[in-house]
């Protein structure tokens, strides 16, 4: 990759719906420089709810880095990345962000990139949500941040669970900047006839 390459920092989490996670590594492999962090739960919900192995996903990444790695390049603002994403957000990661209590890799590259300015997707996965929940994302909201529920869009007619992960995926790279177009947008009710094309990458795992 050249030296202009955007960077990019990965969060999966312990929520489920880590789906969205890889989705969005699949798009932004060899086009991005891109840091993965994927924690213990993260690797337990794999296990569940596909059929990907933790090497595999790390394959997708630039570089991969143990959850407790804070000799990172991106644990310091010093080192400029585009911006970050945490897909899935568990309850528990939205928590420390919002409080500052940066007890992980994950927690700390997102208050880094609160405290520089840069752009923060928390891709959040949990329902239905408690005060404690919705006061913890107004905190980040109120920081920069960009809460983003894990909500599909159903416009398109998605025919598959992989469609409607693309409308999630495509959405969070559209916050980060990324140019992309893994999801059917929007185009008023007479430009919905069209149907999903397949893909040609296996993502049924």
């Known amino acids: 990759m050249s030296s202009g390459t955007p960077e990019i920092v990965v969060g999966l989490s312990g929520a489920s719906g880590i789906q969205y996670g890889i989705r969005i590594l699949q798009e932004l492999s060899g086009?991005?420089?891109?840091?993965?962090?994927?924690?213990?739960?993260?690797?337990?919900?794999?296990?569940?709810?596909?059929?990907?192995?933790?090497?595999?996903?790390?394959?997708?990444?630039?570089?991969?880095?143990?959850p407790e790695d804070f000799t990172a390049p991106f644990a310091s603002g010093s080192y400029r990345v585009q911006g970050m994403v945490v897909a899935p957000c568990?309850?528990?990661?939205?928590?420390?962000?919002?409080?500052?209590?940066?007890?992980t890799l994950i927690t700390r590259a997102a208050d880094v990139?609160?405290?520089?300015?840069?752009?923060?997707?928390?891709?959040?996965?949990?329902?239905?949500?408690?005060?404690i929940h919705l006061?913890?994302?107004?905190?980040?909201?109120?920081?920069?941040?960009?809460?983003?529920?894990?909500?599909?869009?159903?416009?398109?007619?998605?025919?598959?669970?992989?469609?409607?992960?693309?409308?999630?995926?495509?959405?969070?790279?559209d916050l980060l900047g990324v140019k992309q177009e893994i999801y059917r947008r929007w185009g008023g009710p007479a430009g919905m006839g069209k149907t999903y094309n397949d893909s040609d990458k296996d993502r049924s795992r």
């Open 31 to 66: 086009r991005s420089k891109t840091h993965l962090i994927m924690t213990r739960s993260a690797r337990e919900i794999l296990s569940v709810e596909t059929d990907w192995r933790p090497d595999e996903v790390e394959a997708l990444a630039f570089r991969s880095y143990n």
């Open 90 to 103: 568990s309850m528990r990661t939205l928590a420390g962000i919002a409080s500052g209590f940066s007890d």
């Open 113 to 131: 990139c609160l405290k520089e300015h840069r752009r923060l997707v928390l891709v959040t996965r949990e329902a239905p949500l408690n005060l």
């Open 135 to 173: 006061r913890n994302m107004v905190q980040v909201a109120e920081a920069g941040g960009v809460i983003m529920p894990a909500c599909p869009a159903f416009y398109g007619r998605p025919h598959s669970v992989e469609d409607l992960v693309d409308t999630v995926a495509g959405r969070a790279l």
